[in-house]
């Protein structure tokens, strides 16, 4: 049984979700806000989630990062201690999808790969009807650049506890992965 805290960032463009994901996320049922909030710089939010089928558990501090590019320097200094992230669209505007490029490189720019990992969220699923960006442009985004892909609509709460959940698993995947290095290093010294 294993206890970890990671750190999460959330990062894309302004009025994508990031901060109704964070709140959904965190607080599991009806906590989509009511009302847009404009996020200055960032917000830390706590999140606990049991690892499926194991003992596992992984405090999450999610950084709800603001989307507006004036913040960009700072947010850098913030997320250098990062352990994996993840970059939201809209699926309803073309622009927050062709902008997660940008985000990418930002984020790399941080810290590189090294130990990092992301996964890539189109949300507002529920404008199905206003949908502009098709499941497989994202899913081939997502395999372009080595990400996991996922869709969800944070008001109706679909799809965000299974990124939770892939995150939990991922990420203590590595840390075990890591741990076996280690103790494969440590004997090879010996
Ligand atoms: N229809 C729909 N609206 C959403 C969804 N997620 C967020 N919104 C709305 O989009 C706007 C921006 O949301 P917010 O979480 O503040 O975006 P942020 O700027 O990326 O943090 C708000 O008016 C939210 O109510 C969703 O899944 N579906
Ligand atoms: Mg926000």
Redesign the pocket.
Same mark, same amino acid.
């Given at each position: 049984m294993v206890l970890l805290h990671g750190k999460l960032v959330i990062a894309?463009?302004? @009025? /994508?979700? %990031? @901060? &109704?994901? +964070?709140?959904v996320a965190a607080n599991d049922a009806n906590a989509?806000? %009511?009302?847009?909030?404009? @996020?200055n710089m960032a917000d830390l939010v706590p999140k606990q989630i049991r690892v499926p089928d194991s003992d596992d558990t992984v405090e999450f501090f999610l950084i709800?990062s &603001?989307?507006n590019s004036i913040y960009l320097d700072s947010l850098r200094d913030i997320w250098v201690t990062m352990d994996m992230y993840c970059i /939201?669209y809209?699926i309803t505007n073309r622009n927050s999808f062709k902008n997660c490029g940008m985000w990418l490189e930002q984020l790399s720019q941080s810290r590189g790969d090294h130990n990092v990992f992301g996964v890539l969220i189109g949300?507002? %699923?529920? %404008?199905e009807n206003y949908r502009v960006v098709s499941t497989q442009e994202g899913k081939q985004l997502a395999t372009s650049r080595k990400l996991e892909f996922f869709e +969800?609509? &944070?008001?109706?709460n679909k799809g965000i506890a299974e990124i939770f959940k892939y995150l939990a698993s991922e990420f203590v995947g590595r840390y075990r992965k890591r741990i076996k290095t280690l103790e494969k290093m440590g004997r090879d010294n010996y």
């Open positions: 894309g463009d302004m @009025t /994508v979700g %990031k @901060t &109704a994901i +964070c709140h989509f806000p %009511k009302s847009y909030n404009c @996020t709800d &603001a989307g /939201v809209d949300n507002k %699923k529920d %404008k +969800c609509s &944070a008001k109706d």
